[in-house]
């Protein structure tokens, strides 16, 4: 016999993330909500709140992540969704909060059906997704995944100097180490795709299969401050045309490289930086993203030539690689459950790359885990302008949903 396909409630999910957004809502309708401050700890309190509505049992780890669970008819390992809500100095009301309250809706939707799952269903709320008060990003889900060491990441302090550690006691929610995810059927993370490809394509969902990796490298360009008035040009060292030229070169390798590899320079630091004074240092960063290793290991390549292969100017190049990542795949049959109900729902829908990072990146490491994106408008995502429609938030739920009745029948 086939099962009645179930809908969330579109007008009470789209009333809810509002009442979240009130959290640090900032005037021009955006939210300012971050990690362990004020405002995050009224939020995780109403979401407890709600959670308690539902009769679902709280527990609170040692980095101050929320478990909300609805009890199974197994005593077997969840079904988790969920995904952060702290945010960045004015950002939107949908990034991270949006998985939250998905798994908030999805539990609604199951209890108001009076439908008791065969196994429990989790909802969690990962601390310090951002990295916005205390560097860095995915803070929490990374101690968990054994990528960060806790007594480091304690430490860190905000501009104000207020350690993590500090700002999570006085938040009332430091918890218990035993309380930790380790273990689930399942990590579901619906989120914005904070990028432009769903919109442009106008379709409604994404089937993320992957995280992509990354490499981030420092060039310094040392060369020799002189008179901007006085010295012919041809006697100058003037590390800014240098960093012109390396740039340039970069770009033109890199582009026709992949047409589906991202690169950016996105940090530059020009000395002493006076209109007067020939340049005599740059620093500037080169970071690239692609989803296989071997385009990742020319990318470095091209980047380990750059000095060879353009006019420095007469100064010293110096190429440092600062940090990298491989690309992490997610499960490939959680991807085929979620591939499917997009399709049994009749929504537009691709399978595509994260350029971004997520906890599910680092829950993935030993969790089976997947990612759904719903369109963002313009691609805006951190910033007050940050939109998704509601129809397409609701369709992102409904593939969640879907997927968890699937993995429950």
């Keep these: 016999m086939q099962r009645q396909?179930?809908?969330?409630?579109?007008?009470?999910?789209?009333?809810e993330l509002e009442r979240f957004a009130n959290y640090g809502r900032t005037k021009n309708n955006g939210v300012t909500r971050l990690a362990l401050s004020n405002e995050d700890r009224l939020v995780r309190d109403y979401f407890c709140s709600?959670?308690?509505?539902?009769?679902?049992?709280?527990?609170?780890?040692?980095?101050?992540?929320?478990?909300?669970?609805l009890a199974g008819i197994e005593e077997k390992p969840p079904i988790v969704i969920g995904s952060h809500m702290d945010t960045v100095k004015k950002g939107g009301r949908f990034d991270g909060v949006l998985g939250v309250v998905a798994?908030?809706?999805?539990?609604?939707?199951?209890?108001?059906?009076?439908?008791?799952?065969q196994i429990p269903i989790t909802i969690v709320n990962f601390t310090n997704e951002e990295g916005a008060r205390f560097e860095p990003s995915m803070m929490a889900?990374?101690?968990l995944s054994g990528k960060f060491e806790k007594s480091a990441m304690l430490k860190k302090k905000d501009e104000d100097g207020v350690t993590?550690?500090?700002?999570?006691?006085?938040?009332?929610?430091?918890?218990?180490?035993?309380?930790?995810?380790?273990?689930?059927?399942?990590?579901?993370?619906?989120?914005?795709?904070?990028?432009?490809?769903?919109?442009?394509?106008?379709?409604?969902?994404g089937v993320v299969e992957c995280v992509l990796g990354m490499v981030c490298y420092e060039i310094e360009i040392t060369g020799e401050s002189d008179h901007a008035g006085t010295t012919p040009m041809e006697m100058r060292k003037d590390a800014l045309f240098a960093a012109n030229n390396i740039i340039a070169q970069a770009r033109n390798k890199l582009r026709v490289l992949d047409k589906n590899l991202?690169?950016?320079?996105?940090?530059?630091?020009?000395?002493?930086?006076?209109?007067?004074v020939i340049?005599?240092?740059?620093?500037?960063?080169?970071?690239?993203?692609?989803?296989?290793?071997?385009?990742?290991?020319?990318?470095?390549?091209?980047?380990?030539?750059?000095?060879?292969?353009?006019?420095?100017?007469?100064?010293?190049?110096?190429?440092?690689?600062?940090?990298?990542?491989?690309?992490?795949?997610?499960?490939?049959?959680?991807?085929?459950?979620?591939?499917?109900?997009?399709?049994?729902?009749?929504?537009?829908?691709?399978?595509?790359?994260?350029?971004?990072?997520?906890?599910?990146?680092?829950?993935?490491?030993?969790?089976?885990?997947?990612?759904?994106?719903?369109?963002?408008?313009?691609g805006k995502s951190h910033c007050e302008e940050e939109l998704t429609s509601w129809e397409e938030c609701e369709k992102?739920?409904?593939?969640?949903?879907?997927?968890?009745?699937?993995?429950l029948s």
């Excluded at 709600?50 to 669970?69: F, R, V, W």
């Design 103 to 117: 798994g908030l809706e999805l539990v609604r939707t199951f209890v108001e059906n009076n439908i008791k799952p």
């Design 396 to 407: 992102g739920v409904n593939v969640l949903l879907e997927t968890v009745l699937t993995m």
């Design 262 to 276: 991202v690169f950016t320079m996105g940090r530059m630091n020009v000395l002493p930086n006076i209109h007067t």
């Design 164 to 205: 993590f550690g500090e700002a999570l006691k006085a938040s009332g929610y430091e918890g218990h180490i035993e309380n930790r995810l380790t273990e689930a059927t399942a990590f579901l993370e619906l989120h914005i795709e904070q990028g432009p490809v769903l919109e442009s394509e106008s379709l409604s969902i």
């Design 50 to 69: 709600c959670c308690e509505e539902l009769g679902m049992s709280i527990k609170i780890d040692d980095m101050g992540c929320i478990y909300a669970t």
């Design 5 to 15: 396909q179930l809908a969330v409630n579109g007008e009470r999910f789209k009333n």
């Design 141 to 143: 889900s990374g101690v």
């Design 279 to 378: 340049p005599n240092k740059v620093v500037f960063s080169l970071e690239a993203r692609h989803k296989n290793q071997s385009t990742i290991d020319s990318v470095e390549a091209i980047i380990k030539n750059l000095p060879q292969s353009v006019s420095t100017e007469g100064c010293d190049v110096k190429v440092t690689k600062l940090w990298g990542r491989d690309t992490v795949w997610f499960d490939e049959k959680i991807c085929d459950a979620l591939e499917k109900s997009t399709r049994s729902l009749g929504y537009s829908y691709k399978r595509m790359v994260s350029g971004a990072g997520h906890d599910a990146q680092f829950v993935a490491s030993y969790v089976p885990t997947a990612m759904v994106f719903v369109p963002s408008v313009n």
